[in-house]
């Protein structure tokens, strides 16, 4: 009997953060917050799952930052250091809670039981090294891991420079390839976005299929006969999933999203900002200011409640809560299928349901549990399948020829988010850099000096650096902005000191050598991906 | 000790001396270690290192938390980088971007040439002009539309601009008239393709047979599943709502139009 096909897509990604000069980064944290929150229960996820054989499909973009970060020893260092302070915390915890509150006391008790078990999975299970935990569930065939391009850049914007979008995707490959052994098939475009003609790009790489938004389907250049609920092939070859309105709308709408629910735990209380400063100022930012432990008591109670006036949260009762959402979100996905089935005429629909991975888990505290329980539901099911794209790539027999239309995920689906009155400058040196990287791969094309050979290959960090979207997507939300600001302009400086290095041929090899301490992304990075034109 | 290692292992180095390395450091180095075996080997003989050493939490302050007085005495921060760059290079550009739909995005460069001529005394008026050359191989005079405006290049370096038609090829371009009503073109842009915002009107579909290998073309059927589309103003990719808190509240207002 045909059953519907649900996929679902996390994407993670970070950008690449790392300041080995500091032993302690505010921005760094990102990371750290993301490993215990997100990706280490992600793993957990899995680990239960295998334990109880319960079969689990899940298709998940790592992109090549992240993994530049999750395999950095400094990182990995920095990360063990972090989560044994946040051990060391919990222990005081559980003894001040004693005194305090049942609830609170039993929560801390849960924490600290969570944080030496991460610290089991990051130290003992995985080497320091998670990337080896999604290598495992993607060859014993739960993942389809997948990449983006080399830094998340912003394709379409980069459309009259096709060495630009080469080298994001030649690098995208290559760090794939080195951190997990085989090359990717699939790739998620940073932020969904596309434009006609970027299929070829892909299609060069031998990428296999990407994602777009649900406009990217309606408005292509012939209609998409069953909407976004079948993949599509490019003229180029490459297959092509929309995504779903309807899932991402059932699980994150503010009005009917599963995330708001009152029982669930609530962000934005943490004992960095409730207790006392001088009992928790070891466990902050070194600088004093205060930030996030990860150790939260109180739930959501209702979007009315002042932060002050929460109730206090009891994981077991948002357990409860998260497998109730994963029951009702099966059971509005067989109620879509079904009805999909019937206008289909029995073809099977697949419909796409993408996430930021970070959602779940570091913002729903309970989504990598409501994954769970949907993973184990879902097998159960006689009206829907779970697959990954992957296996919707090797068993599709007939696709519609279609050429998405430019679009993207971010807000109104187009390229605004990327380019507005707080971030419009950006371009005028992103493109020069290419100008300027693309002339002087040209010019030193036979080089053989390895110092010149190592400027011209730090310039290719310092552009791809320059060039993820995060900066420009961080200014236009006014969250973090000097950080996004001044890493936009340090790339810019550092690139054009090295070509003026090279340009007047003093060579500075102290400055090189930190800038490639500092930046110390893609180890292979090389020029001459810049004569791709 | 094990950062001058760390920074010695980014160099591309022979098997030999990797070794060389290893037995110096007394790693034990077998004869059957490839080189991605030792540089492991050397590698968590760093890590081993890092974590010996006795913790000196340096105090850091980033660019989003306020600086604060660190009492510590052992605070080494590094020396302030200067970052200011370039607001011009000096070279003559046009580029055009597009924003969504309806919004297309110039900047211009310009080199000092250029500057000084636009300032020069025979010049009446400076335009930008956006020629609309959908599906066609342009040649300075066939475009379907052409719109102008009047800018004053040297202020301002780039402007957002309203477009009529979503889908259109349009071409950018910077020249003057003359002060005997003549208009000379300057500059010219790339060709800027604007996102389209309705579905096709082609009468076709294609498919294609993987298992056969065959292409199959036939009339459009439409599309089987209705489709509610949402406008320009709602919030789309609701994920962002969740990456911070004043997402989604984007809006037109920074799209004046009217330059910077």
Avoid at chain 2, 171 to 190: H, K, Q, T
């Amino acid at each position: 009997m045909p059953r519907g096909q649900i996929m679902l897509v996390l994407h993670a990604h970070l950008p690449y953060v790392h300041h080995p000069e500091y032993t302690f980064f505010l921005e760094e944290q990102w990371l750290f917050e993301a490993i215990t929150e997100t990706y280490i229960p992600i793993l957990r996820m899995f680990r239960n799952l295998e334990k109880d054989k319960v079969p689990a499909k899940l298709t998940m973009s790592i992109t090549p930052p992240l993994m530049e970060m999750l395999a950095n020893t400094d990182l990995q260092y920095k990360y063990e250091k972090r989560l044994e302070k946040l051990i060391e915390l919990s222990k005081k915890e559980v003894q001040r809670t004693e005194r305090e509150n049942p609830t609170k006391h039993k929560m801390a008790q849960y924490y600290l039981s969570e944080f030496e078990d991460t610290l089991y999975i990051f130290k003992d299970v995985y080497q320091r090294n998670i990337l080896n935990g999604f290598k495992e569930y993607m060859s014993k065939g739960y993942i389809d891991i997948i990449t983006c391009n080399a830094t998340h850049g912003y394709l379409p914007f980069m459309e009259q420079y096709p060495q630009a979008i080469r080298a994001q995707l030649e690098q995208a490959v290559k760090t794939y390839e080195r951190h997990m052994g085989v090359k990717p098939r699939g790739i998620w475009l940073a932020e969904c976005a596309y434009f006609p003609g970027l299929d070829k790009y892909l299609a060069e790489y031998s990428l296999e299929y990407f994602f777009v938004d649900s406009h990217g389907l309606w408005y292509a250049d012939e209609r998409p006969k069953y909407g976004v609920y079948r993949p599509v092939i490019t003229p180029n070859n490459v297959f092509a999933f929309a995504r779903d309105p309807e899932s991402s709308e059932q699980v994150w709408s503010a009005q009917i999203g599963y995330p708001g629910d009152s029982r669930y735990r609530e962000f934005y209380r943490d004992i960095g900002f409730d207790r006392e400063y001088d009992y928790i100022r070891p466990y902050i930012d070194p600088s004093g200011v205060r930030t996030n432990t990860g150790i939260k008591y109180h739930k959501i109670t209702s979007k009315e409640t002042p932060l002050d006036g929460k109730d206090f949260y009891d994981v077991d009762d948002a357990n409860g809560v998260a497998h109730e959402h994963a029951r009702d979100f099966l059971r509005k996905k067989e109620s879509q299928v079904e009805y999909l089935l019937n206008i289909f005429e029995g073809l099977e629909p697949i419909v796409v349901a993408p996430f930021d991975a970070e959602l779940f888990g570091h913002w729903w505290y309970e989504g990598p549990l409501f994954l769970e329980y949907f993973m184990r539901e879902a097998a159960n099911s006689q009206k829907l399948r779970v697959v990954r794209a992957c296996d919707v790539a090797d068993w599709i027999e007939k696709v519609q020829i279609l050429t998405p239309a430019a679009s993207s995920w971010g807000a109104n689906g187009y390229n605004e988010v990327w380019l507005n009155g707080t971030n419009d400058w950006i371009y005028l040196h992103l493109h020069e850099m290419v100008e300027r990287m693309t002339d002087m791969a040209k010019r030193y094309v036979e080089e053989k000096d390895p110092l010149k050979v190592r400027v011209l290959n730090q310039m290719v960090r310092e552009l791809l650096l320059a060039q993820s979207s995060d900066w420009a997507f961080i200014m236009t939300t006014r969250t973090s902005v000097d950080y996004a600001v001044n890493r936009t302009k340090t790339h810019i400086k550092r690139f054009l000191d090295l070509y003026d290095m090279l340009n007047s041929g003093n060579i500075d090899v102290g400055e090189l050598q930190r800038l490639e301490y500092v930046d110390d992304i893609f180890p292979d990075a090389d020029y001459k991906m810049y004569l791709k034109i | 000790m094990w950062k001058e290692l760390q920074e010695w292992l980014k160099q591309d180095l022979t098997i030999q001396e990797l070794k060389a390395k290893a037995k110096e450091l007394g790693l034990s180095v077998r004869k059957q270690m490839t080189k991605a075996d030792v540089r492991r080997l050397l590698e968590r003989y760093i890590e081993r290192a890092k974590l010996s050493e006795p913790e000196s939490v340096e105090s850091i302050s980033s660019a989003t938390s306020q600086m604060q007085e660190s009492t510590d005495q052992s605070q080494q921060l590094p020396p302030k980088e200067d970052i200011t760059i370039p607001d011009s290079y000096k070279k003559d550009k046009l580029v055009a971007m597009p924003i969504n739909p309806q919004w297309m995005y110039f900047y211009w460069d310009l080199s000092d040439a250029n500057a000084s001529l636009i300032k020069s005394s025979n010049i009446s008026k400076v335009v930008l002009r956006v020629y609309d050359i959908t599906y066609i191989e342009f040649n300075g005079t066939n475009a379907h539309r052409t719109f102008e405006i009047g800018i004053d290049v040297l202020g301002i370096r780039n402007y957002y601009l309203n477009v009529p038609v979503p889908g259109a090829h349009y071409l950018g371009e910077i020249g003057y008239y003359d002060v005997d009503g003549r208009y000379i073109p300057l500059l010219r842009s790339n060709l800027c393709m604007m996102p389209t915002s309705s579905p096709s009107q082609s009468t076709r579909e294609r498919w294609l047979d993987l298992r056969k290998h065959r292409r199959i073309v036939m009339p459009a059927s439409g599309m089987l599943t209705p489709v509610i589309e949402r406008v320009a103003g709602s919030v789309q990719g609701l994920e962002s709502l969740f990456r911070t808190s004043n997402a989604g509240s984007f809006s037109f207002a920074r799209l004046s139009g009217k330059g910077m």
